[in-house]
T-cell receptor, first 116, second 112 residues
């Protein structure tokens, strides 16, 4: 079964500083990986995804993530944090089921705080 | 384009009362549909998913049930709510060949 570990339930950065949110996964098959963002009292919004091909994927709002198979990692980065980036971020791995269930296994989330 | 709706947005219910949350998707056909619960300070817990009308898979045995009476409608129900049912309930959809899921705005349920 797949699993996802997000190191650091809370991360605080200064505005303009690098954002690095860590995600490690466990999967018995080649994984499909995702990052989602959640603002307070809202649903989750897809930031970016890795399925196949280029291991560095770019997403919305200036975020990107790199799939590193040897490290089983899919860390999320952004060169310069903005106040509007303050939110909770979830990493997820796809678990394809026979019969097309296509479930996602989520990490426990990282709350990003951006300070002036 | 596809959109997903959930209602109500917020709900306060007493212990022991019934529950019905509704999710509908527009702009697609035969989607896979999912119900998640997000408790305070915790991640997302998959409750149910459905690959077609009348087809429900349960992930966690509990006080809740789900139904899919129409292709783009997914309903989460309970006959008697418990305090532990409080949380933020999210509906999501996907469709082959997509792998990512798209989420609705959520329903905040408080059981008192």
């Amino acid at each position: 079964a797949q699993s996802v570990t997000q190191l650091g339930s809370h991360v605080s950065v200064s505005e303009g500083a690098l954002v690095l949110l860590r995600c490690n996964y466990s999967s018995s098959v080649p994984p499909y990986l995702f990052w989602y963002v959640q603002y307070p009292n809202q649903g989750l919004q897809l930031l970016l995804k890795y399925t196949t091909g280029a291991t560095l994927v770019k997403g919305i709002n200036g975020f990107e993530a790199e799939f590193k198979k040897s490290e089983t990692s899919f860390h999320l980065t952004k060169p310069s944090a903005h106040m509007s980036d303050a939110a909770e971020y979830f990493c997820a791995v796809s678990d394809l089921e026979e019969g097309g269930g296509n479930k996602l296994t989520f990490g426990t989330g990282t709350q990003l705080k951006v300070e002036l | 384009s596809q959109t997903i709706h959930q209602w109500p947005a917020t709900l306060v219910q007493p212990v022991g009362s019934p529950l019905s949350l509704e999710c509908t998707v527009e702009g697609t056909s035969n989607p896979n549909l999912y119900w998640y619960r997000q408790a305070a300070g915790r991640g997302l817990q998959l409750l149910f998913y459905s690959v077609g009308i009348g087809q429900i898979s349960s992930e966690v045995p509990q006080n809740l049930s789900a139904s899919r009476p129409q292709d783009r409608q997914f309903i989460l129900s309970s006959k008697k709510l418990l305090l532990s049912d409080s949380g933020f309930y999210l509906c999501a959809w996907t469709q082959g060949p997509l792998y990512e899921q798209y989420f609705g705005p959520g329903t905040r349920l408080t059981v008192t």
